[in-house]
Every structure is written in structure tokens, then in C-alpha cells.
């Protein structure tokens, strides 16, 4: 995939960066840590500049953002709720906890959105819960591109500064992800615990 990526870039330059940030938003599995050190990597051997390469990294992953928050309008709540009429008992899921998260998501979801944006393979698929909470489409864009400019940036300016040995920027990558996403996992856990214990304290209330 590395090679096809690159291939794309060098051949397409701004308008293959466009491309390949726009795709890598909607199907996660394609490494912004590639695109962008090696776009960034290419203004020290070709006629891009940094400027160029930022706005057009930029401008396809808000395109891609966008699609996946209005798949996610489709998704909206009262939808999932029925899909869970449906199919709940099976994945024990109840329409509380649907609605529990929607509210979760309307009190931080903005700030959510704007540290995911900097999260590899999340930053893409956050934009979907925010469709489905029905976010404010300019708040979302506005959190979205704020996120989005400052990984663009770190990661440009990176295979910039390292040159040929742009690919070394891949394994702090690789490092930086697995840390927070123990962090999100502990934190995950730690409500869900919350939650749980929530639940059993206000059944013996109750009985």
C-alpha cells in the first residue's frame, strides 16, 4: 500500500495528496503517518512547497470528515434506537444507554471530535458518532479543522525536517497510538465500571 500511495503523490502531486487524505478519512486503513511525512518529504525534491502540501492534505481530510458526519446524520439516533428494539436483547444493548451516550456526546463531544482529529484510525471514525448526535455541522467543521491542521502540520513539517528517512516518523507513530489507545481503553473501562456500579447501587435502592 506504501508504494501505491507514493506513486499516486508523486504523480498527481497536490491533487494526489487531495486524494489520498480524502480516502484515508473514509477508509481508515490507509496511514496518514505515510502520506503525510512523504508529502512533506517531497517539498525538499520536487516544486511543492509546504503551504501547498498543508492546504491540500487539509482540504481532503475535511472532505472525507464531511461525508462520514452525514452518514452518520442517516445513523441518527431515534434509528439506532430501533435498530435496538430489534436487535438489543442479542448485543445488550437498551435504548437508555443509546440515549445516555447521545447526551455524553452533546456535552463533549466538540472537544472529543478535536482530540481525535490528532488520534490515528479514530480521527477518521469520530466523524460518524458526531453525524448521529447531530452536531452542529459549523462547530464540527470548525473543531475538525483545527485537529486536522495541527496533524497535518506536525507530521508535514516532520518529513520535511528528516528527509529521505521520512519512513522513521511511522514507528514513533506506531508508539505514539498504542499508548493512547491504552489511555482510551483504561478510560472506556474505568466508566464503564463507573456505570455498572451505578446500576447494581441503584437496584438494591430499589429492592
Not at 491533487?15 to 480524502?22: E, H, P, S, V
Not at 522513521?168 to 466508566?191: E, F, K, M, Q
Request: aromatic share 12%; glycine share 12%; with cysteine.
Amino acid at each position: 500500500m506504501k508504494t501505491w500511495i507514493t506513486d499516486i503523490m508523486e504523480q498527481f502531486g497536490y491533487a494526489g495528496i487531495f486524494l489520498m487524505l480524502a480516502l484515508e478519512n473514509i477508509f481508515p486503513p490507509i496511514p496518514s503517518e505515510v502520506i503525510l511525512p512523504f508529502g512533506g518529504f517531497m517539498t525538499t525534491t520536487s516544486g511543492l512547497t509546504i503551504p501547498g502540501v498543508l492546504i491540500a492534505s487539509t482540504a481532503g481530510s475535511l472532505l472525507g470528515a464531511v461525508i462520514l458526519y452525514w452518514i452518520g446524520r442517516l445513523l441518527d439516533v431515534s434509528r439506532m434506537e430501533r435498530i435496538v428494539d430489534r436487535y438489543g436483547k442479542w448485543i445488550r444493548i437498551q435504548k437508555s444507554d443509546i440515549r445516555k451516550a447521545d447526551a455524553w456526546f452533546d456535552k463533549y463531544g466538540y472537544w472529543t471530535v478535536l482530540f481525535c482529529r490528532m488520534v490515528p484510525l479514530v480521527r477518521s471514525l469520530i466523524s460518524i458518532p458526531a453525524g448521529m448526535s447531530g452536531m452542529k455541522f459549523g462547530l464540527f467543521m470548525l473543531f475538525t479543522t483545527i485537529g486536522t491542521l495541527g496533524w497535518n502540520t506536525l507530521l508535514i513539517l516532520l518529513g520535511a525536517a528528516l528527509g529521505e528517512s521520512w519512513e522513521d516518523i511511522g514507528g514513533y507513530i506506531d508508539t505514539y497510538s498504542s499508548v493512547v489507545y491504552v489511555l482510551l481503553a483504561g478510560g472506556v473501562l474505568v466508566l464503564g465500571l463507573l456505570y455498572l456500579r451505578k446500576r447494581h447501587t441503584a437496584g438494591k435502592a430499589r429492592g
